[in-house]
């Protein structure tokens, strides 16, 4: 009966864990189509309506060479400064959480590994 209710609690655990994930993604998602999408496009291809005209060009985070050396932190960092000398503004304004929930969600553009 104790192996029952220890399994019983582990899965309502990872349920709950799987709620809050699919909570995350979908605030990322929110965050970068309302914040990333015009330039970097709803593929995250870098081609959104906004990036004609801009040089350098948005990212394209299906690239696997941007992944090669894109980390969360860095990513985080450039979201929150902006890039300077780039059309890339600071979102400043972002909560943590909002912040974090972008990032993550730009992974979901990350090609797969070869």
């Given at each position: 009966m104790a192996r029952t209710g220890l399994l019983a609690?582990?899965?309502l655990a990872l349920g709950a864990a799987g709620a809050a994930l699919a909570q995350g993604d979908a605030?990322?998602?929110q965050v970068?189509?309302?914040r990333?999408?015009?330039c970097h496009g709803r593929a995250g291809d870098g081609r959104g309506a906004g990036a004609?005209?801009?040089t350098p060009r948005p990212a394209d985070f299906t690239r696997p060479e941007l992944w090669a050396r894109a980390t969360p932190?860095?990513?985080?960092t450039t979201v929150r400064q902006g890039r300077p000398g780039t059309p890339m503004p600071p979102f400043a304004d972002l909560s943590d959480?909002?912040?974090q929930a972008v990032v993550a969600y730009l992974a979901t553009f990350r090609p797969p590994a070869p």
């Open positions: 609690v582990l899965c605030q990322g998602a970068y189509r309302s990333c999408a015009l004609a005209g801009l932190d860095a990513l985080a959480d909002d912040l």
